[in-house]
């Protein structure tokens, strides 16, 4: 069976590309200093929406959006997000949120990010306070 070059050498480079790529992260702390300072903030929850959605007291609900992870590629185009200087997706410990950010990045969203640690981190310091 002859390979596709072309084919493979797409995939190398896409690799080499993604390897090379930083995580789009935010640490819990800087993440609770920008809900404090009432920063233009939107959260996309990408958690099922029987386990759905964040609260925090310092962030109104309509700035809160749940995008179950399985549907992130075909439902994140359908919300208006233009409004927002930064995106932060969210799961409950942060896998699923990582890799969100990172999708939206390759579709064109450069002001996304991910929580590291998720809603179980944040609420963590939270508590610490």
Do not use: H
């Not at 929850?45 to 590629?73: A, G, H, Q």
């Amino acid at each position: 069976m002859l390979e596709d070059n072309s084919s493979n050498s797409f995939i190398y480079e896409l690799n080499n590309k993604v390897q090379s790529m930083p995580w789009p992260v935010i640490m819990p702390i800087s993440f609770a200093k920008l809900l404090k300072e009432k920063k233009n903030i939107a959260i996309i929850d990408v958690r099922e929406e029987t386990d759905c959605c964040f609260e925090d007291r310092l962030l109104s609900s309509k700035d809160i959006y749940n995008v179950p992870f399985n549907s992130i590629v075909n439902k994140i185009g359908d919300l208006d997000l233009s409004s927002y200087d930064m995106l932060i997706t969210i799961c409950f410990a942060g896998p699923k949120g990582a890799v969100a950010a990172s999708i939206m990045r390759w579709m064109g969203y450069d002001n996304v990010f991910f929580l590291k640690g998720g809603v179980e981190e944040y609420v963590q310091l939270e508590n610490s306070y």
